[in-house]
């Protein structure tokens, strides 16, 4: 996946390049074109694949958070009280 960003870069790169060096063509331009038809839709793209593993780890946080508020010493045995509860003598 960034392989294919890093390659759209590139080429947008050598547009702007090619804008800016061209004799009808100014800097300004070509940073607007770096800008929108780079930077931006790359962001976005970038931003909506990566939406599956944003969730995944959000989804993991909550799981080691509820895991460890069940759990308070992470031993792994049951909870039990705190003082042991008293007998009545037969």
């Known amino acids: 996946m960034y392989l294919i960003a890093i390659a ?3 080429v947008v790169l050598m547009m ?13 331009g070509a940073f607007f074109t770096f800008l ?5 839709p790359l962001a976005l793209v970038l931003y909506l694949l990566s939406t599956p593993a944003r969730r995944r780890a959000r989804r993991q946080r ?6 460890s ?12 009280d705190a003082v042991a509860p008293e007998r009545k003598e037969p």
Do not use: C, F, K
């Open 8 to 10: 759209w870069i590139y």
């Open 69 to 80: 508020a069940l759990d308070p010493d992470a031993a792994g045995h049951a909870a039990g």
């Open 36 to 40: 929108l038809y780079g930077v931006g």
């Open 16 to 28: 702007a390049i090619a804008e800016a060096t061209s004799p009808v063509g100014t800097v300004l």
């Open 62 to 67: 909550e799981a080691q958070a509820a895991g």
